[in-house]
């Protein structure tokens, strides 16, 4: 069964601060995985999203992450934090078969002070 | 890129009511359309899987004749609410890939139900 870990439910940075949002996997295939926003009270915006090729995805609103299968990992980065990725952010998971539901993590809350 | 909506996108009934949720493609067809459903800050939890021309699938737990889905279209899913409860309160989303594209999906912008 496919799963995702999220670490760290709320995390801090100042507006400038690098942006780390932790995301790891668990699954018995080759997964796709997705990084998706939610602002307060609206649905999903996906940031990025890995599928095949290269490991290292760019996204809107200058995230990237990197997959990692030898460590599972889809971490989130942005080297400078705005006042305006302050929001919901989640990791999924989703194997090869078309139209196949994601898998969410629980999320994680990104805080950004002035 | 595509679209997928909801309506209504906000609704208070009172307990023991029923209230509808539909979930549309505009531009794309979906044989498969999902629901899911979230708690305040939680994260979303699969409820069932919207097949077109054939019965949904329930996760576990997820009672079928209280959340009754119905695929009529290849561009229309609905969620019926029956005999709701305060605690079925929630945010409701949907999403849908297109057919025969492997990874893509579309999440709708949610239907916030507030049961009375």
């Known amino acids: 069964a496919q799963s995702v870990t999220q670490l760290g439910s709320h995390v801090s940075v100042s507006e400038g601060a690098l942006v780390l949002l932790r995301c790891n996997y668990s699954?018995?295939?080759?997964?796709?995985l997705f990084w998706y926003v939610q602002y307060p009270n609206q649905g999903l915006q996906l940031l990025l999203k890995?599928?095949?090729?290269?490991?290292l995805v760019k996204g809107i609103n200058g995230f990237e992450a990197e997959f990692k299968k030898s460590e599972t990992s889809f971490h989130l980065t942005k080297p400078s934090a705005h006042m305006s990725d302050a929001a919901e952010y989640f990791c999924?998971?989703?194997?090869?078969?078309?139209?196949?539901?994601?898998?969410f993590g629980k999320g994680t809350t990104l805080s950004v002070s002035s | 890129g595509a679209v997928v909506s909801q309506h209504p996108s906000w609704v208070i009934c009172k307990s023991g009511t029923s209230v509808k949720i539909e979930c549309r493609s505009l531009?794309?067809?979906?044989?498969?359309m999902f629901w899911y459903r979230q708690f305040p800050k939680q994260s979303l939890m699969l409820m069932a899987t919207?097949?077109?021309?054939?019965?949904?699938?329930?996760e576990q737990g997820v009672e079928k004749d209280k959340f009754l889905i119905n695929h009529a279209s290849l561009t229309l899913s609905t969620l019926t609410v029956t005999s709701a409860h305060p605690e079925d309160s929630s945010f409701y989303i949907c999403?849908?890939?297109?057919?025969?594209?492997?990874?893509?999906?579309?999440f709708g912008p949610g239907t916030r139900l507030t049961v009375t």
């Open positions: 999924a998971v989703s194997d090869y078969q078309a139209g196949t539901a994601l898998i």
């Open positions: 890995y599928t095949t090729g290269a490991t």
């Open positions: 919207s097949n077109e021309g054939s019965k949904a699938t329930y």
């Open positions: 531009d794309f067809q979906a044989t498969t």
């Open positions: 999403s849908a890939p297109p057919s025969g594209v492997v990874y893509e999906q579309y």
């Open positions: 699954s018995s295939v080759p997964p796709y």
